[in-house]
Every structure is written in C-alpha cells, then in structure tokens.
C-alpha cells in the first residue's frame, strides 16, 4: 500500500519532535515559503547530533521515492554548507523566509538559516560593486552589438545582463537575488522600494530585454540603478566609465 508524502512528512516531523538525537528539522523550497502546489514535493531538512549524522543518512536514504527530499547533516555539516563563496552557495536564497519547525538548538539553527538566506556583510560592498560593473559591461556590449547591426549579439549580451542587475539591485535592499522561480512573488510581496521602477513596470522591462534586447529598456534599467547605487555611495563605478555611460543613457537606435 502506498503512503502518502503528507504521511511521510508528518511522521518524520514526530520523529524530529521525540527523537533527543535530531536537534532540527523544518521544510525546504516551495513548501518552506508557503508557495507549494499540487506537484510540489516535501523537501525537507533534518540536523542530528554528531555522532549519529551518517547512521541517520542511511535510515532516510531511501524517502527519495516517497516525493519526499529529505537531507539529512551534522550541525557542523550545517554550518558550512551553502558557505558564501563555496560549491553550494547557490543553495543561499533557499533559506529565505524559512522558519525551523523544530529547533532544539537553542536557536543556532534559525540563526544559521537567517544568515545563509543573506549576504554576509564582510562581502557586500565588493559584491555590490561586482554586480554593477557587470551590469554595466553587458549594458555597453548589448548597445554597441545594436550600433553595428548584430541583433543577436545584442539580444545575448542584454540576456546576460539581468542576472548582474537583479544581483545588484537586491543586494542594495539586502537581499539576495532570488531563484526566477520566485522573482515575480518576491517584487510583489516585498517590492523594491527604494527603486524608482515599480514592479509591473520591472518585470516589464526585464521580459522586453529577454524577448529582443529593447535598448530603451536597457537605458531605464540602467539610468535608474546608477540612482539607487549612487545614493548608497557607489557612484564611483558609474563614474569609471567616462563618456561610454553617457552615450550608453543617451544613445537610441
């Protein structure tokens, strides 16, 4: 008889709950940030003492056919996983809006959650700064591509310039960039405010530069960036590129 994943779930919220070797447990992805759907699987976490993490990662091996996702690691492990600047660092914005529903950890877990779902402050300005000049160069490429008649160069090169913006401009409200699963609920429920393009218009311009690189979409992106960064003291990067910016905000093709 086949057991459903709610079932599975529950059971092993029970385990976490009575079961003194598992100090952590809570939901991951969609159902993590109350976002599920009917095909969303049970993607879980569970943190266990130490000396039982490997003999606790067999019992749970097999709940992968159960559409249930459940990883299961040390409080060391934990720690370092998702580190900024690590192999796993994609996995960051997983841990937004995430609550432990069971923390036994005299709220170590929930911390480490909150400070993976964030940029560390040591790296923020130089990641911010990254960010912008990225932006900025794929900008410059995509217009000069639109200059010399390459329109799938510059259709490409625009493409490649969203991830560095919507980096930039998440960092410079304390975010990280989400996964694009989520932008749209993300602009939505907690819009950029400090941003002078409101939400429907970003997502406007943003799906304008995917579909034909729209070079006056490109223009208000970065026009309206250079304001935002600027206020927060990063003007110089804007400033570093001389004339080729203000051709960049005043070019139309």
């Not at 699987?41 to 992968?64: F, G």
């Not at 819009?191 to 218009?201: N, Q, S, V, Y």
């Not at 304001?227 to 590129?241: M, R, S």
Request: charged residues 25%.
């Amino acid at each position: 008889m086949l057991i459903h994943p709610e079932q599975t779930f529950y059971s092993l919220l029970n385990e976490a709950t009575d079961d003194p070797n598992i100090l952590a447990f809570w939901l991951d992805g969609s159902r993590g940030k109350g976002l599920e759907t009917g095909d969303s699987d049970y993607d879980c976490t569970m943190i266990v003492k130490e000396k039982v993490s490997s003999q606790y990662a067999r019992r749970y091996s097999n709940l992968s056919s159960c559409e249930i996702d459940l990883s299961v690691m040390s409080l060391l492990q934990f720690r370092n996983y998702a580190a900024w600047g690590s192999d796993t660092a994609w996995a960051r914005y997983n841990f937004t809006h995430l609550t432990a529903i069971v923390d036994k950890t005299g709220g170590e877990a929930q911390r480490l959650i909150d400070e993976k779902g964030g940029i560390p402050v040591a790296v923020k300005r130089s990641f911010i700064a990254g960010a912008l000049d990225h932006f900025i160069n794929q900008t410059y490429r995509s217009l000069k591509c639109f200059r010399d008649g390459s329109s799938v160069g510059a259709r490409l090169e625009a493409a490649e310039a969203v991830t560095p913006f919507l980096n930039a401009v998440f960092a410079l409200h304390d975010r990280l960039r989400p996964y694009y699963k989520y932008l749209e609920w993300e602009l939505n429920e907690r819009p950029l405010t400090r941003f002078a393009i409101k939400t429907d218009e970003l997502i406007h311009c943003i799906l304008d530069i995917l579909a034909n690189g729209a070079a006056p979409a490109q223009e208000n992106l970065l026009v309206h960036l250079e304001e935002l960064a600027t206020a927060d003291g990063y003007g110089g990067i804007f400033a570093d590129w001389g004339a080729k910016l203000e051709w960049m905000k005043t070019v139309r093709f």
